[in-house]
């Protein structure tokens, strides 16, 4: 993670602590002595890949910094069921408090970083990389473009500060398509005007390919080809291959783990998937005392 991926983390960190935790941790502040000293392991219960350990560690430390925590596995491991994930020892009472968030990190990063994987592990024989969205959880962005990494896919936009994707809704509202009709001269004046103002690359989404064969004679640096079938992105790629071989073609929308390599085989550049970010299933984690 960046510097500046690691400061946004230890935030999310602590309001992360602060909601779990708020006035207090009732039921281990009655059960169990202050003073009781504990040794602790997590364990994987689920196959997968591993991400967010260093984050489960700063959320012990921020608790607690006197606990000394080891970790038996790094970011981007693979998991099996029952591997030793890291150790925790120090006060009982600050190890039973953390777990949860600390858990709650682990299992939702590392899913992210396991159904990324099996995408990526899809296209492995081909130039294509996958490709996340904006289709984030609110505030853990940071954290869940990270695990996208983890699993060896790439990041899209952080957000819309960093890129310009020009979107169906935009060409309708900058009157561009009207009746699904591209409007080749408000095209180019917008196109100008972009240009003229960022040295970002410029990704146009089209929906047809009547529209991509338009789009692409302003010379965008990508174009996102949305819900087209796999005839329609492949006379995409030919027409592009043939004219225009330094545009990027992206694919989204209706990719799944069934047809991700259908796609990817026809010769795209991205594919982008949103539901490696809003719909992973968790990995699951346990804390277990043992002293």
């Known amino acids: 993670m960046t510097r500046e991926e690691k400061k946004l983390a230890e935030e999310l960190i602590r309001r992360a602590l602060e909601e779990d935790i708020g006035k207090g941790d009732l039921t281990t502040s009655l059960c169990v002595s202050s003073s009781k000293k504990s040794k602790a392991l ?8 591993l991400c967010g350990i260093e984050i489960a560690k700063k959320v012990f430390k921020l608790l607690d910094p006197s606990l000394k ?12 069921k029952e591997d030793r994930v890291a150790q925790i020892i120090g006060k009982a009472t600050s190890i039973l408090t953390a777990e949860r968030t600390a858990l709650n990190f682990l299992s939702l990063l590392s899913g992210i970083a396991t159904y990324t994987r099996k995408f990526v592990d899809r296209i492995k024989d081909t130039k294509t990389k996958i490709m996340d969205t904006r289709k984030t959880t609110p505030t853990l962005r940071v954290l869940e473009k990270y695990a996208v990494r983890v699993g060896g896919g790439f990041n899209h936009r952080r957000g819309l500060w960093d890129g310009i994707l020009v979107k169906d809704n935009h060409l309708k509202a900058s009157k561009i398509v009207y009746k699904r009709r591209v409007n080749i001269k408000r095209l180019k004046q917008v196109f100008s005007l972009i240009r003229s103002k960022t040295d970002h690359k410029i990704e146009i989404e ?10 692409v004679f302003i010379r ?16 995409s790629v030919e027409f ?17 783990l069934g047809n991700v390599k259908k796609i990817a085989k026809l010769g795209v550049d991205f594919i982008s998937v949103g539901s490696i970010t809003h719909s992973p299933s968790s990995l699951d984690f346990s804390l277990e005392i043992n002293e």
């Open 69 to 80: 925590f080891r970790n038996f596995k790094n970011d981007g491991d693979a998991l099996t």
């Open 206 to 215: 089209v929906e047809s390919f009547e529209e991509f064969k338009k789009v």
């Open 240 to 256: 592009r291959n043939k004219f225009f071989p330094d545009i990027k073609i992206e694919v989204s929308g209706r990719v799944n």
């Open 220 to 235: 965008p640096d990508i174009v996102l080809l949305d819900n087209f079938n796999l005839k329609a992105i492949r006379k």
């Open 42 to 49: 997590i364990l994987a219960k689920d196959r997968g890949v």
